[in-house]
């Protein structure tokens, strides 16, 4: 009985509309809140002695924002980019800032109202491998989406470098 409601209560927690889009032929979920705007890619300029996930900066509207490859990020296998793929700028939460990132991914596919009884916490594969970084599994016909916190992407002290690549402040 208590698995039952401990599946319940994280379903309701994590219930809600997600950008859903492709990164390596996986599927992956957003909150929707998180998401502040997609653009097509555009020129990045790179930054010396930057991860190789960070692809550089983009000017949004004269704002200076950080650009992360999410295939790089999550260990996944370069790709170039096509006409499909996509910058999904994000806010994240950093302590009390809001840190504004763009996120590299392959095609965006569409919004999606996720139910609570379509969502199960993500599986424990052990200490080995982190999955902090995962809300929950969405379930949708016969797929399955991988809901992530864009706030657990990056750990901290990759966001705070992140962040200062473009001068933002992440106090």
Known sequence: MTEVINKSSIGQ???????????ANE???????K???????????????????VRGVIN???KVIPVVDLRLK?????AADTERTCIIVVQIRHGEALVVMGIIIDEVREVLDIVADNIEEAPD???QIDTEFILGIGKIGQSVKI???????LNATE???????????TK
């Open 125 to 127: 594969f052990g200490a």
């Open 35 to 53: 998401v502040q705007e997609i653009i097509r890619v555009q020129t990045i300029t790179r930054v010396p002695r930057t991860p190789a996930y």
């Open 60 to 62: 949004l509207r004269g």
């Open 74 to 78: 999550f260990g996944q296998e370069q």
């Open 27 to 33: 599927e992956y979920g957003l909150e929707i809140l």
């Open 147 to 153: 809901l992530l916190d864009i706030d657990k992407v």
């Open 13 to 23: 927690r994590l219930a809600g509309k997600y950008l859903t889009f492709l990164s």
């Open 159 to 169: 966001l705070t470098a992140v962040a200062k690549t473009a001068g933002q402040e």
